[in-house]
């Protein structure tokens, strides 16, 4: 009986295991999966010949690139440092413990590497999607001038569709995926078998041999060899939607040996005397089936640019909560999942810039010098905190953590500085995307900092303001009146000022500070702390994780029931809506700085747009702040 309960406990965790990995062939490895369309080709392109030493030189760089950053760096050390199941470069920051004002540098590096990824997500679909429609002009050409078109056609009716949520379309993927991997490892396969000595590259010594007799070329080829890996970071990104676990045997089981498959395959065709003019992916296929490859090739770059649209949104809605970019509106399209959100300003920014991108560049070779450079920088910046990580939480010495990260960022450096030279071709497309965004969560962070800061100058005791109410004659009226405040000791300013127009306050006073946690999510029990600091006056602290939605109703609710007999059907939530202006005494933030995080603030949504507060209950009261 017990070996049968066991037995059946085991079945069901392979079953999780398997659907979870054919869920992350959908999500996860979109990106890195469709690489092989272009990376060769870009790869071929630079180094201006196809001797067999070369060929085989740059199979062995792509193949231990994939080893050496995405098996051993993300999936063997990144995927284990994640923040209650979450992970990603900004969860990587608040398992770090960084708090709003302290340690400036690993929070800029942190924020720059996120805003990065904001650069590679307007490229992603762009490449991706023209390199597949790209294979129409070998199956007809005069199908060239089309391309550019379709290819926009398609990826604007990505982006309009994206208000109507995937939750229905997103179960395909996975198994979508599965095809295309199996499909791409047939090809590499039927492409080995021409010409089997393409597999001695997989000895790592091909690789470093052509890095050191090609002189600079070498050095510049591997800017292109790292388009190999430019999803690499999902793996890590994406963590908290399935699990370590599912990804890892997804990545080791089938899409690492398909890529290198795929790979070696496409390097075999050329070592056998196939022309490396167009796209060296499709050579691989036969004539007859060449159509469907490409309907399955445009599908599955739709996929990865879904992914990559999927992950801007999470990413956002993450730096929202931990309060490092404005309030944006963020629709829940689906009841089923949490991570199934729309985020409409970021999708019409995105569209925006990967259809201009398409359009400037045309081609996928020209769109491939733009890229890499974002990533790069991103897998650069991960390194860094990776080994402060190293030190604190797993507590390694300094000696060990230098010669894990350094490995590490020996790689990442090569990789990004022969990137940088793509600087004048295109590669500064993402850097300014990834500066106007840093810039933004910059100046947000600075202004919701100093209004803080502002706002609890020379605090008032909650004891002392509740006493002097009688004396000086104020009345106290029926019901409940819940203050938001983001002071944490003292009367709240805004009350203060309510009081102060209309020399009246609600019989009971509850004052709420919500915080966000470094942690993604809180538990119920550990939620709220409330401590009465005057008769009819609660203080309540409610601690939501950065992946969690505020519910005041719901708050209310819990505190009702915990000793603070609030009636829910009689009262009114307040909330302070500031107007920024510059210290006129100087002082304060820069005022250019203040102007922009005031028109950052006018247009972002109000604060209680997602704490589901009932209209008819809601008072705004406006204040200037002087910052």
């Known amino acids: 009986m017990n070996a049968s309960f066991q037995g059946q406990g085991g079945r069901s965790k392979e079953v999780a295991l398997l659907t979870g990995s054919v869920g992350a062939l959908g999500v996860v490895f979109g990106d890195i999966g469709t ?5 060769l080709k870009t790869v071929l392109d630079t180094t201006g010949g196809n001797q067999s030493q070369t060929i085989l030189g740059v199979v062995s760089l792509l193949i231990w690139t994939l080893i050496v950053v995405t098996t051993i760096k993300y999936a063997g050390f990144a995927m284990r440092f994640d923040n209650d199941g979450e992970g990603g470069i900004l969860a990587l920051l608040a398992l770090l413990g960084v708090k709003r004002g302290t340690r400036p540098v690993i929070i800029a590096v942190g924020l720059f590497g996120a805003a990065l990824i904001y650069g590679d997500g307007a490229i992603t679909p762009a490449i991706s999607v023209l390199s597949a429609i790209e294979g129409l002009k070998i199956v007809e050409p005069t199908m060239q001038p089309y391309v550019l078109p379709i290819t926009v056609g398609i990826l604007v009716a990505l982006f309009a569709l994206q208000p109507f949520g995937t939750a229905k379309i997103g179960r395909a993927f996975g198994p979508i995926m599965m095809v295309w991997f199996v499909t791409m490892a047939a090809l590499g396969i039927w492409g080995i078998a021409k010409h089997p000595g393409v597999l001695y590259a997989v000895n790592p010594l091909h690789g470093l041999n052509y890095l050191r007799n090609s002189g600079g070329t070498g050095f510049l080829v591997l800017g292109g060899v790292f388009l190999c890996v430019t999803g690499a970071e999902a793996l890590y ?53 060449l159509l469907p490859l490409i309907i399955l090739s445009t599908v599955a770059t739709i996929i990865a640019s879904q992914s990559i649209i999927t992950g801007a949104f999470s990413m956002t809605r993450q730096a929202i909560q931990l309060g490092w970019m404005p309030r944006l509106k963020i629709s829940q399209t689906s009841a089923q999942g949490y991570g199934q959100i729309y985020v409409g300003a970021v999708n019409w920014s995105l569209m925006v810039v990967t259809t201009g991108l398409t359009l400037a560049f045309q081609r996928s070779g020209n769109l491939a010098g733009a890229y890499g450079i974002a990533v ?16 604190e939480i797993w507590r390694w010495s ?24 793509k600087l004048r071709q295109g590669g500064y497309v993402p850097l300014l995307l990834a500066a106007l965004v840093y810039g933004i969560m910059y100046v947000w962070h600075r202004g919701v900092s100093a209004i803080t800061e502002r706002v609890g100058q020379n605090p008032v005791p909650a004891q002392q303001f509740i006493s002097g109410l009688e004396r000086e004659g104020i009345a106290r009226v029926r019901g409940t009146a819940v203050f938001l405040t983001r002071v944490k000791d003292g009367t709240p300013p805004i009350m203060q000022w309510y009081v102060r127009l209309t020399r009246a306050l609600h019989q009971r006073v509850v004052a709420i500070t919500l915080e966000t946690t470094s942690a993604p999510w809180v538990a119920t029990d550990q939620r709220v702390l409330i401590d009465q600091v005057a008769p009819d006056f609660w203080f309540v602290k409610a601690s939501y994780g950065f992946m969690e939605k505020p519910d005041l109703p719901e708050l209310l609710a819990k505190i009702s029931a915990s000793n603070c007999p609030v009636d829910l059907m009689d009262l009114t939530y307040f909330i302070g809506v500031e107007k920024i202006v510059p210290m006129r005494e100087g002082g304060g933030i820069p005022r250019w700085m203040a102007r922009l995080f005031g028109a950052l603030l006018r247009n972002s949504t109000h604060v209680t747009d997602s704490m589901r507060i009932p209209p008819e209950q809601l008072v705004d009261l406006g204040r200037e702040v002087a910052i």
């Not at 065709?269 to 196939?274: D, E």
């Not at 790069?376 to 030190?391: C, G, K, N």
């Not at 894990?404 to 022969?418: H, I, N, R, Y």
Request: glycine share 8%; net charge positive; proline share 5%.
């Open 398 to 421: 300094l000696p060990a953590s230098a010669a894990v990260a350094g490995v590490f960022l020996t790689v990442d450096a090569s990789f990004f500085v022969s990137n940088l030279l």
């Open 35 to 39: 690489s092989p369309l272009y990376t």
């Open 237 to 289: 990104a994406d963590m908290g939607h399935f699990g370590a676990r599912p990804i890892k045997f997804a990545w080791s089981a089938l899409v690492f040996p398909s890529l290198v498959l795929n790979y070696a395959g496409q390097g075999a065709i050329v070592l056998s005397g196939a022309s490396t003019e167009g796209n060296i992916f499709y050579r691989l296929c036969p004539q007859s089936l």
């Open 376 to 391: 790069s920088a991103t897998m650069i910046l991960t390194t860094v905190l990776l080994f402060i990580a190293m030190r």
